[in-house]
C-alpha cells in the first residue's frame, strides 16, 4: 500500500486513479481546482486543501494536467507540490507537455531531494478505462524501478526511453507520426475518390502492403464511414503538435509537414470542428478540392 | 498454354516474364528497343521486329515499361500493339503510369475490339523475383477473370479495386502514403534525436501504438542504421508523386503534403541522391536541421 498523490482527476486521470484505488493503493487529491468528486471520496481518497498538503502525505505524486502552463503552477506555484515533497518522494507527470520545460521541471525537483518521471499516456480515454494505456517514461532508473508497479495497473504497453524530457518527447513523435499519417491517409483517399475509385476498395488493396498502418487501418474507415466522433479531439492534437512546432522552433528542427498537418487542423477549427475526431484532419483537404472521399464516384 | 506478348523485360519485368515461362506459358518479346537476351531466348521466347508483331502473335499482351509516353509509344506508335492485336485479346499494362492517361488507353483499345486492364504492382524487384508482387486492376471483371490465373504466377495480393483506370489509381495512392508516412517517421525521428532522446528506442516505444506502420518498422530502421542502398530509389518515387501531383492538378485534388514530401526528395537529388532508398528523404530534413537522426544524443 502506497500514498499516492493524484492531481487532475479529469476524463484522463480518474479512471486512472481508480484503478491504483482498485489495488489498494491510498489516494491523496487536492479540492484546490475544483471538489473531489463524491465518489471519489466513498472511495476512501483523502481530500487535502492544497497540492502542498498532498505531496505532504504522499510517497508518490501523479500529476495528469492539461498543459505545461498547469503542471508548472501545480509543481511551482503557491502552496505548490514543490513545497510540501517529502525527502525520497517522486513526482509522475503523466500529463502531456513540453519536453524542453519538463527538463528544467526535473532539474528543479531534484534539487529539493525528490525524484522525477516524465511518464505521458497514449490510448486516450478508452486506453484509460481499460488500463491498457501506453506509457513513456523518461527519468532515473531507480525511480522507475520504484513506481513501475504503479504503471502497470494504468497501462500496458510501458517503456523507460531514457533520461527526463525523453518521455514527453517520445509523446511528440508519436503524435507527429499520428497525425502525418492522418494526413497521408487523408490524401491518398481524397485522390482516389476525386479520380473516381471506390475509396473503400482501394483502402482494403493497400493494407497489408508498405502502405499499411494502424491509421489506414482505424482512420482510413472513418473518413470513408464519416463517423468523426471522437475518439481523439482536433483541439487536443493541435496542443500537441503545437509543442513539437514550439520545441522544433527551439531546438533547430524543421518540421516542414507537421506544420502542414496543423495548419489542417486549423482550417478544420475554423470550420466549427475542435471538436472532431482527428480523422476528420481530411475535411479540410475536401474543403480544398470541393469533394468528399464518401462521395460516390464519378 | 495461352500465347502472351511481353514488352519491357527489365528489372521488374524479366523475373516476372520467367514465371510465366517456367508454368509452360509461351512468351513473345520485340526487339525494337533493344535485342532480347540470349537467355530468354534459350529458354523459349519468340522475337519479333515490333509491338505490332507480338501483338499479332498473342491473346495476352503484357507492358511493363518506365512511364506514361513509354506504354502510348508501345500501344498507338508506328508498328505498335494496337495495329496487331487480335479481336478479343486482352492488353494488361503493369507500369505505373497516369491513371487519366490510362482511362483514355483503355478506350482506344476497346475501340479495336480488345479488353484493357490496368495492373500496376508494387513489392519491386525482391516481390518480382519472389512471385510476391500486390497487384491492383482496374478494368472490366471479365477481362480479369481471363488473365487472373497469370497474375496468380507473379503476384500474391492480387485486387480488382474498379474499372479502367482504378488500378493506377491505387498506386498512386500506395506512393502517397507511403512518402508520406517516410516524412512523418523522418519528423519524429529527427526531433527525437534533436530533442536528446535515442531514436532507436523512441522507434521501439511506438511499435503496436497508433503510431506503427509498415515504414516506422522497416524504413524507420534504416534512418537509425544509416542503410540507405535501395530498396527503392528516390529517383522512382519522385516519377510517382509527379503522377500525383500532376493528376491532382488535373482533377483539382491539393495535396498539400505530397507537394512537400516531393520537395524533400527534389532536394535529396540536388545533393546526389537519385539512387539512395526513398527512407533517404530524412537527409533533406536533416540538412535543414544540421543534425542527423543517427548522431549521439546529447
Known sequence: MTDIGFIGLGIMGRPMAEHLIAAGHRLHASRHHKPVAPELIEKGVAVHATPKAVAAASEVVILMLPDTPDVEAVLFGA??????????????????????????????????????????????????????????????????????????????????????????????????????????????????????????????????????????????????????????????HQKDLNLALQSGRALGVALPNTATAQELFNACVAHGGAGWDHSAMVRALELLAGHAVAETPR
Not at 513526482?91 to 521541471?105: L, N, R
Not at 499516456?121 to 484509460?128: K, L, N, R
Request: charged share 20%; glycine share 14%.
Open 79 to 236: 502552496d505548490g507540490v514543490a513545497d510540501g515533497l517529502k525527502a525520497g518522494a517522486v513526482v509522475v507527470d503523466m500529463s502531456s507537455i513540453s519536453p524542453m520545460a519538463t527538463k528544467d521541471f526535473a532539474r528543479r525537483i531534484e534539487e529539493r531531494g525528490a525524484s522525477y518521471l516524465d511518464a505521458p499516456v497514449s490510448g486516450g480515454e478508452v486506453g484509460a478505462k481499460a488500463a491498457s494505456l501506453t506509457i513513456m517514461v523518461g527519468g532515473p532508473e531507480a525511480a522507475f524501478d520504484r513506481v513501475k508497479g504503479l504503471f502497470a495497473l494504468m497501462g500496458k504497453n510501458i517503456t523507460l526511453v531514457g533520461g527526463n524530457g525523453d518521455g514527453q518527447t517520445t509523446k511528440v513523435a508519436n503524435q507527429i507520426i499520428v497525425a502525418l499519417t492522418i494526413a497521408a491517409v487523408g490524401e491518398a483517399l481524397l485522390f482516389a475518390s476525386k479520380a473516381g475509385a471506390d475509396p473503400a476498395k482501394v483502402r482494403q488493396a493497400l493494407m497489408g502492403g508498405f502502405a499499411s498502418s494502424r491509421i489506414l487501418e482505424v482512420h482510413g474507415e472513418r473518413m470513408i464511414k464519416r463517423t468523426f466522433d471522437p475518439g481523439f479531439r482536433i483541439a487536443l
